[in-house]
Structures are given as structure tokens and as C-alpha cells.
């Protein structure tokens, strides 16, 4: 494949087992830095990233985040890092959205942004999962998120374990059945 950005695209899976090996600050940052520079409505860059990184830390938020019928997440628990990715919500583009058009904007930013930050994560080496599937209130409580930004999903981040070999392609539903040009 001769295209970067088409490798990266085919290389990405959610990877769910990590090395032991802590992914060094600059490279998290390059990856956050890829989030901070994605397109937004209104240009309103409502994200915010909360990285934790703190060994000690992340034991206690992953164990949080995923007691309880959470546990199916538990792989967090071997994460090196986790990346708390919030929205604010009381800005106003986002309002007009919602109310005017029934679309909550500020999900479809954030998802852009870690799409970007997911996709950075790859090309540096870094495999990432995301997780919807976590206690979003104790995770909110430890991490004191205030009450104007919603907690929309954890990043887990780091490198692949040794001999980890990568699916193969990803499990998707046929184009036609998804995509369709003009008034076919
Ligand atoms: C918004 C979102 C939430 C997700 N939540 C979880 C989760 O809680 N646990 C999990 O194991 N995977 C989670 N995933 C990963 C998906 O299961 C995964 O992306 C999908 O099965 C496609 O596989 P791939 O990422 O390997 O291509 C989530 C993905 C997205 C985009």
C-alpha cells in the first residue's frame, strides 16, 4: 500500500492487549496534538482530553470504570494510558443544534477529534481501543470532571504486546449496502 493514510486507515484495530511499556509523554502529546488541530462546528473545539498516565492513578480509575457489570472493559485495567475524552456542553452552537435541528454537534466533534488522535496513535506505533462501556459517574468523581463537560468515552492507549499480530481486515458491511450516488 503505497498511500500513508490508507495504511494507517487498514492498519487500526481496537487492540485490547498492551505491553508493559509506558508510551513516552511526546508521543502521547503528538497524538493530542493531532485531536487539538480536527475540525469542528463553528470551529467551537469543545473537546477536552484528561490523560492519565500515573501508573497509580490509572489502577484506580480503570478499577472504577469498570466493576460491576462494566466488567467486560477490564482490559482497560492493562492500558498504560488512558485518555478521558470530554465535551463542554454549554456552548452555543451546540444549543442552537439541538434545539433547531435535533443533532447533539458537540459528539460528532469530539468523535472527530479522536478519530484524528486514534489515527496518530497508529502511525507512532500505539494500538488504542475505545470504550463506551464504563462507570461514567465514578470516573467523573475521581477525575472531578466539572458539571459544564460531558464524559463521553475513555481512549485506552499503548504499545502492542510482544508477537501481537494484527487481524487481518476489518469486519464490515459491504459498501452498496451502506453507500448509494444521486436518486439510486
Ligand atoms: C464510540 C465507541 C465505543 C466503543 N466502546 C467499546 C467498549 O466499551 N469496549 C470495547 O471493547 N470496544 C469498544 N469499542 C470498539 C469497537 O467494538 C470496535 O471499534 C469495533 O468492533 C470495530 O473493530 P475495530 O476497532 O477493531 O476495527 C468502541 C468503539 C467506539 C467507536
Known sequence: MQNPVEEILHKRHSLRRYAKRQPERGVIDACLEAARIAPS??????WRFHVIDDPALRDEIALAATGGVYLPSKFIREAPVIIAALAK?????NRIGTFLQGVQFYLFDLGVACQQLVLR???????????GWFDVDAVRRLLTVPKNEHLVCLLALGYPPEGYTLPGTHKRKELHTI??????
Not at 89 to 93: C, F, G, Y
Open 89 to 93: 456542553t454549554d456552548i452555543r452552537i
Open 121 to 131: 496513535a497508529e502511525e507512532l506505533g500505539l494500538g488504542s481501543c475505545y470504550i
Open 179 to 184: 453507500a448509494r450516488y444521486n436518486r439510486e
Open 41 to 46: 462546528a463553528q470551529n467551537s473545539q469543545l
